[in-house]
Nanobody
Framework: QVQVVESGGGLVQPGGSLRLSCAAS????????MGWYRQAPGKQRELVAT???????NYADNVKGRFTISRDNAKNTGYLQMNSLKPEDTAVYYC?????????????WGQGTQVTVSS
């Protein structure tokens, strides 16, 4: 079992920046893929960005060029740097950590952190 804890959310004005953190328990973080997802009120959860254990990234079109996903394996922590924030980025942001053993994927989620972009 991997415990995942997000932090760093808050209220920010349009055009501002926030950095979210995702701390995972254990010492196998370097083996995991990770991702950030978000869910706005009344909408389905959507992918924001992913970063696998080989360093490959993938971003949703609506955050490309504004958001950057990264990780520090020594700290068992992943990050999402969010710049040029827009009101439509308002959502609860969730961190996903995925462990793949053979053909089986194990997904672990945090409790989410609220990001509100408003003037």
């Amino acid at each position: 079992q991997v415990q995942v804890v997000e932090s760093g959310g808050g209220l920010v004005q349009p055009g501002g920046s926030l950095r979210l953190s995702c701390a995972a328990s254990g010492n196998l973080f370097s083996l995991y893929s990770m991702g950030w997802y978000r869910q706005a009120p009344g909408k389905q959860r959507e992918l924001v960005a992913t970063l696998n254990n080989r360093g490959s990234t993938n971003y949703a079109d609506n955050v490309k060029g504004r958001f950057t996903i990264s990780r520090d394996n020594a700290k068992n922590t992943g990050y999402l740097q969010m710049n040029s924030l827009k009101p439509e980025d308002t959502a609860v942001y969730y961190c996903n950590v995925r462990r793949t053993i053979g053909l089986v994927e194990y997904d672990y989620w945090g409790q989410g952190t609220q990001v509100t972009v408003s003037s």
